[in-house]
């Protein structure tokens, strides 16, 4: 539809660059957001989700005000990949709708950006890139990565191969130098999807 902003993905390995991105996306006049955002919203507000965690992992995965302790909740499923499949299952999907919600808002406004552009670490592995119109996908090497959040190995196992993230992306980035040079590779995509608009 002319008119629409045009909807990108930033999805990457754990540490790299996919927030900094994200950034310098929005210094260039798209709307921005984040599934991490989106979780911890979901978390907060919505008390059928809450319900079923407790049902599920009782008091336990909860503070004393009530609200989800993401630390708890995370040894658990970071323990047993049976419990993160549960919890992704009832997870993704309402993420999901609160993303396509914020889009049409956005998109909806009087003067909406030419640009939408939401970091999510774990677009291929949901299948969540075929909602989005372009895919940029960032990597880094293992060194620079544990320089800038330390050991994560455990975590990296179940995702996909960041190869084949690079490789299915429509741009692809290896973020081992500065954050101007991340900045400039950012401004080239945003002039790219732009251009031809």
């Not at 909807?7 to 996306?25: H, N, S, W, Y």
């Not at 260039?28 to 957001?33: D, I, M, Y």
């Not at 299948?127 to 544990?146: F, I, M, N, Q």
Request: glycine share 8%; no cysteine.
């Amino acid at each position: 539809m002319e008119g629409r902003p045009l909807a990108v993905a930033i999805t990457g390995g754990i540490a790299a660059g996919k927030t900094e991105a994200l950034a310098a996306f929005a210094r260039r006049g798209a709307a921005t957001s984040s599934a991490d955002e989106l979780v911890h919203r979901v978390y907060r507000e919505d008390a059928s989700l809450k319900s079923e965690l407790r049902e599920r992992w009782g008091d336990s995965v909860f503070t004393a005000d009530g609200e989800v302790d993401r630390a708890a909740v995370a040894a658990i499923v970071f323990a047993d990949r049976f419990e993160l499949n549960w919890l992704e299952s009832v997870l993704h999907p309402r993420v999901g709708r609160m993303h396509r919600q914020w889009f049409e808002e956005v998109a909806s406004g009087s003067d909406p950006p030419e640009l939408v552009v939401v970091e999510i670490p774990l677009l291929y592995e949901t299948g969540g890139e075929a909602r989005y119109d372009k895919v940029v996908a960032l990597t880094a090497s293992p060194s620079v990565r544990e320089a800038r959040r330390g050991v994560f190995a455990d975590r990296e196992s179940r995702l996909i191969p960041d190869e084949e993230k690079l490789r299915r992306a429509d741009f692809a980035y290896v973020n081992d130098g500065s954050l101007a040079e991340l900045d400039a590779f950012v401004d080239g995509v945003v002039q790219e999807l732009t251009s031809s608009r």
